[in-house]
């Protein structure tokens, strides 16, 4: 609880290292994430530092890392996963990790590079087998060799005699018959044939046929179809163009064999030398999964140590050397509470080094702002990131966190009223913490889903909280719940008042001072006959807008009393005379009284004499307005006396808030006496400010460091400006003044948004289930069933995840704009420690 109202107490520590156990003294304070080191050598640049080689060392081990995981993985193989991660190795054993992964990977890329040869030689022999069988029935080397030709030439009819007559010539005037075949790609098998055409003027006979089924393509690795063509030519002019153009079209060109005999020959050599890859091929695979196999086993333990190797050389990197370069120096920031085990770590890592010379720490004074630390759990972790998401808290100031784990659930209730809608939430966060543990959750790479689980107790707590106020509310899918039956009899009315004309009205009205009516209030939450009453919502306005009014004020009331509170504990008594009081008068003088007036009007009138009742709204312009004539209706005697007094009191504020402390200021630093009797127990908050100038000069400031004081009054020679003073306390009082008002009324969103998130659940209620429960008993069962789904989906993509987004942003801006900047700066800056409980304890960030 101290830890998470205010963050714990830091202290800056200087440890001196040995060379010799350096390394095992930040592994054992990595193991136990104490220090937030700072880096000594900020002029360096992170190349010219010492242990760089080691951390290039370190990189190229992940780059290898990263290639076993991606050939893993490519095999199907199971990535093994650790809950323990092993501990960072010794340093002589980094040279023999990497050796063993340099050889690993050596291995596996000749291994693999083999095999990608003979899928290749593989891929290109079934080609050639598909290419001879399709080609047997192109061209017949026989007598019928012209009427063959007449047939293949169907394509080019006009050319049909010219081409019987070219051949005979060519063929007397001893040209050469050359062919050309081979496989090209679907999509350019018509540009290749027209290309043909017209570079080689149609003295080509060309040939071809789909395959039947796909091949790999070699270059894209996918299933491709892919045409068959056989190429006839006369002259090696000619032949030498074809050849271009296959080369061109990126063809896959196989030797035709002349005769029929070489064919067979060639298709049974084929035939064997496709069985002997096949055979060797399922030999190079099993070779490379033993060896993925092998390496899987220690793949993890690799990746963590070379992680761990990494990060230390890392820290290494930001220490500096002593003159004899036989001892690092360090500074770090560490809670107070955890100095003695830090000592602990150091000590350990000496004894594992066997160093003669034990490493040390020791603490050391500073001016500097020390960084914030505020603890966390998987249960107010969430809440944390909230408020952190709108800055690092100071150090020591109040944490707004501790207050949010109640006040953001509820207020987010408070718009998003329904115990059904609540109910569904509750379940889905239930059950997201029931399962945290497990790995499907835990390990999810879906951005939407992690938030959902990273934010799962807040979730849970905002389903309980919309369940209590849908209650409340007596608001479930929109409907009222009749748990204690209605306090409102209706047929007593008959006895009373209503006369059968009465009964002609659209409307009746229910009066309360009738005997027997109105029993008295409901146990809890809102009457369920109001759920059908005609002025339902004017009712539930005014509830809903004086329930915003008092939640908002008290929130604020609340956070201008953190704010004193911080007043107390930094020691500024001077803050609680000039700023906490005058706020606080301030903001109960006009508000707190509007909210006393909307308690005083539930509790002293009733529906017997509620006609008399005076208009708050009213009542509060005319506290501002002074009219000449009396009021005639007021809540008691001397109220009007009360409002300027209180009017009073919140106008002299306002000068208290804007000269007070700037003078006194002023008065300080010409060497006034201060405020209080403990002003040694002040702390610094913001360095250099004109704040600190003024009490700087005064003595005794800082609490129990009486030689940094003299280091701080030599070094603190600026002038007290007070110009600079007033002009930012001019501000702070306008902003509060002004934001009294807007953020009061800004906490009207708690109406707005519950009575939106009403009405559009009565909107999707009345169109329809309505509908379907209207239809009759034939069909209505079967029609139920479908208009029941389409409602649930429409409720949890409308209702819940729209409006619980919106209800939850709106809830995040109440907290950020109108509660923390009561109290909160957030100026600090978070406490980073090295540790090694952030490191993966999986390979997938491998995988793109």
């Given amino acids: 609880m101290g830890s998470l109202f205010r963050s714990e107490a830091m202290c800056l520590a200087q440890l001196f290292l040995q060379a010799g156990s350096a ?144 051949y005979n010539c060519m063929h007397r005037l001893g040209a050469k018959l050359g062919f050309i075949s081979g496989l090209v790609h679907r999509a350019k098998i018509e540009a290749f044939e027209k290309m043909l055409w017209r570079v080689c003027k149609g003295y080509t006979i060309v040939s071809y046929s789909e395959l039947d089924e796909c091949l790999e393509d070699p270059d894209t690795g996918e299933p491709t179809k892919w045409f068959v063509f056989l190429i006839s030519y006369w002259g090696e002019q000619i032949g030498q163009k074809v050849k271009k153009i296959c080369d061109c079209y990126h063809c896959h060109v196989y030797p035709y064999p002349s005769t029929p005999e070489e064919r067979r020959t060639v298709m ?51 220490c500096s050397f002593d003159v004899t370069n036989k001892c690092l120096i360090a500074e770090v920031w560490c809670p107070v509470a955890d100095l003695p085990n830090m000592r602990r770590a150091l000590e350990e890592g000496s004894s594992e080094s066997g160093a003669s010379v034990p490493s040390f720490m020791n603490t050391i004074p500073t001016k500097e702002t020390p960084p914030t630390l505020i603890r966390t759990n998987k249960f107010t972790s969430g809440f944390q990131d909230i408020v952190d998401a709108y800055g690092i808290g100071s150090y020591r100031e109040v944490n707004p966190a501790l207050f949010t784990i109640i006040t953001f659930p509820f207020l987010f209730a408070v718009m998003f ?114 759920n059908l009453a005609n002025n339902r919502l004017s009712f539930l306005n005014s509830f809903k807008m004086k329930m915003s009014i008092i939640i908002g004020v008290t929130h604020m009331t609340f956070g201008v009393i953190l704010g004193g509170l911080n007043h107390l504990h930094f020691k500024k008594k001077y803050n609680i005379y000039l700023v906490f009081i005058p706020q606080l008068l301030f903001i109960l003088s006009i508000f707190g009284y ?15 004499n509620s006609e008399t009742a005076p208009s708050i709204l ?38 208290v808030l804007l000269f007070g402390k700037p003078l006194y200021l002023y008065w300080l630093s010409n060497g006034g006496q201060s405020i209080g009797a403990y002003r040694k127990g002040y702390r610094l908050v913001r360095k250099e400010s004109e704040e600190e100038i003024a009490l700087l000069r005064t003595h005794d ?13 030599d070094e603190e020679k600026e002038e007290f400006n007070f110009t600079d003073v007033f002009m930012d306390q001019a501000i702070h009082t306008i902003e509060y003044c002004l934001g009294c008002i807007s953020n009061s009324a800004s906490y009207l969103r708690l109406w ?42 429409l409720t949890i993509f409308i209702l819940l995840v729209m409006e619980g987004l919106s209800a939850f942003l709106h809830a995040v801006r109440l907290h950020w704009v109108e509660f923390q900047n009561k109290f909160y700066a957030g100026e600090g800056y978070k406490f980073t420690p090295f540790s090694f409980q952030d490191i993966s304890l999986h390979c997938n960030r491998y995988i793109a």
Avoid at 53 to 73: A, F, H, P, W
Avoid at 74 to 83: F, K, N, S, T, V
């Fill in 618 to 655: 009213i009542l509060f312009i005319n506290m501002f307005l002074f009219p000449n004539k009396r009021e005639p209706h007021i809540f008691f005697e001397g109220q009007m006396v009360l409002q300027k007094f209180l009017l009073s009191v919140a106008v002299l504020s306002v000068p």
């Fill in 23 to 166: 390394y095992e003294c930040l592994s054992a304070l990595g193991e136990r994430g104490l220090a937030h080191f700072r880096d000594l050598n900020p002029s360096t640049s992170v190349f010219q530092r010492k242990y760089v080689g080691e951390v290039k060392k370190c990189e190229e081990m992940e780059r290898i890392l990263g290639y076993l995981v991606q050939e893993i993985k490519r095999a199907d193989i199971p990535l093994p996963e650790g809950d323990v991660t092993p501990a960072a190795p010794p340093f002589k054993q980094m040279l023999e990790i990497q050796e063993q992964l340099q050889k690993l990977e050596v291995e596996l890329r000749e291994v693999t590079k083999n095999k990608e040869k003979l899928r290749k030689n593989l891929l290109e022999l079934t080609e050639y087998t598909h290419m001879l069988r399709v080609t047997r029935s192109f061209v017949r080397r026989t007598a019928e060799f012209e009427s063959c030709l007449l047939t293949n030439y169907e394509e080019f009819p006009t050319l049909e005699t010219d081409r019987l007559a070219d």
């Fill in 268 to 318: 049974e050599g084929l035939q064997v030398r496709i069985q002997d890859l096949h055979m060797v091929l399922h030999k190079t695979e099993d070779y490379l999964r033993q060896v993925l196999c092998k390496a899987s086993e220690s793949i993890y333990t690799w990746d963590v140590q070379v992680k761990k190797m990494k990060a230390i050389y890392h820290v290494l990197n930001l």
């Fill in 417 to 530: 009223g329904d115990c059904g809608h609540g109910f569904i939430m509750f379940l889905f966060a239930l059950f997201m913490v029931l399962y945290e543990k497990h790995p499907k959750l835990l390990r999810s790479q879906d951005e939407i889903m992690k938030m959902f689980f990273q934010g799962r107790y807040i979730i849970l707590l905002m389903g309980l909280f919309s369940v209590y106020t849908g209650l409340i509310y007596n608001d479930c899918f929109s409907k009222s719940l009749n748990i204690f039956d209605s306090h409102w009899n209706v047929s007593q009315m008959f006895a009373v008042e209503w006369r059968e004309e009465d009964m002609k009205n659209q409307y009746l009205m229910l009066n309360p001072n009738a005997t027997g009516v109105f029993i008295g209030p409901y146990p809890f939450g809102i009457d369920p006959i109001w």
């Fill in 594 to 608: 509007l909210v006393f007036m909307i308690i005083y009007k539930w509790l002293a009138f009733s529906a017997k």
């Fill in 752 to 793: 707005a948004l519950s009575l939106a998130h009403a009405q559009l659940s009565e909107v999707l209620w009345a169109m329809i289930m309505r509908v379907g429960l209207r239809v009759d008993a034939t069909y209505g069962i079967i029609l139920l069933i479908p208009v029941s789904a389409l409602f649930m989906v």
């Fill in 701 to 713: 400031i800082e609490e129990g460091s009486s030689s940094l004081d003299h280091r701080h009054k």
